[in-house]
Every structure is written in structure tokens, then in C-alpha cells.
């Protein structure tokens, strides 16, 4: 083998690694873009599901907190019938108005 054809040998294998090289590396990338794609929806799934359960439990605190809300308003009712019942009895006792 003579100069001309070692360097035709040479640069035959370097194309050729060259050309390996991009090959793997394309595929590379398009693995990588697929598993992060796929990482991405599952994350958004788990969000979704995430922010469904929340506003659920947000919606079941809302409905306990307006039962006691109307329980309280239930016992302001009873108190302020009671306020009447000890200011007619200190009037009839007493013979005093008190307001």
C-alpha cells in the first residue's frame, strides 16, 4: 500500500465513524425526546389528577363549613330567644325595662 492509498483508508473510516456517530446520536436524541414526552404526560396526568382530588376535598370542607355556619346562625336564633325570655322576666320582676 502506497501514501495515496492509506489516506484514502483513513479517510474512508473516519467518514464512516463520522457517519456512525450521527446516526447514534440522532437516535439518541430521539429516545431522549420520547421518554421526556412521556414523562411530561404522565407528570400532567398526576397534576390532573392531583387538582381534581383537591378541589373535591375543597368542595367537601366548603359543605362542612356551611352546615356549621348554619348551625351557629341556629344557635344566634336560640340565644337572641333567650335574651328576649330573661329581659321579660327581669321586667316582670323587676318591674324594670332594660334595653
Same mark, same amino acid.
Given at each position: 500500500? &502506497? %501514501? =495515496?492509498?492509506v489516506w484514502t483508508?483513513? %479517510?474512508a473510516f473516519t467518514a464512516l465513524m *463520522?457517519? *456512525?456517530? !450521527? #446516526?447514534v446520536s440522532t437516535l439518541f436524541i430521539r429516545v431522549l425526546r420520547s421518554e421526556i414526552g412521556g414523562l411530561r404526560n404522565e407528570m400532567n396526568g398526576q397534576l390532573g389528577g392531583l387538582r381534581n382530588e383537591? !378541589?373535591?376535598?375543597?368542595d367537601a370542607v366548603n359543605t362542612r @363549613? &356551611?352546615?356549621v355556619g348554619t348551625r351557629i346562625d341556629? #344557635?344566634?336564633a336560640r340565644i337572641d330567644g333567650l335574651d328576649r &325570655? #330573661?329581659? =321579660?322576666?327581669v321586667? +316582670?320582676? @323587676? %318591674?324594670? &325595662? +332594660?334595653e
Open positions: 500500500m &502506497d %501514501g =495515496a492509498q483508508m483513513i %479517510g *463520522m457517519g *456512525m456517530l !450521527t #446516526v383537591m !378541589t373535591a376535598r375543597f @363549613f &356551611d352546615a341556629g #344557635v344566634n &325570655d #330573661v329581659q =321579660a322576666l321586667k +316582670r320582676t @323587676f %318591674g324594670l &325595662d +332594660r
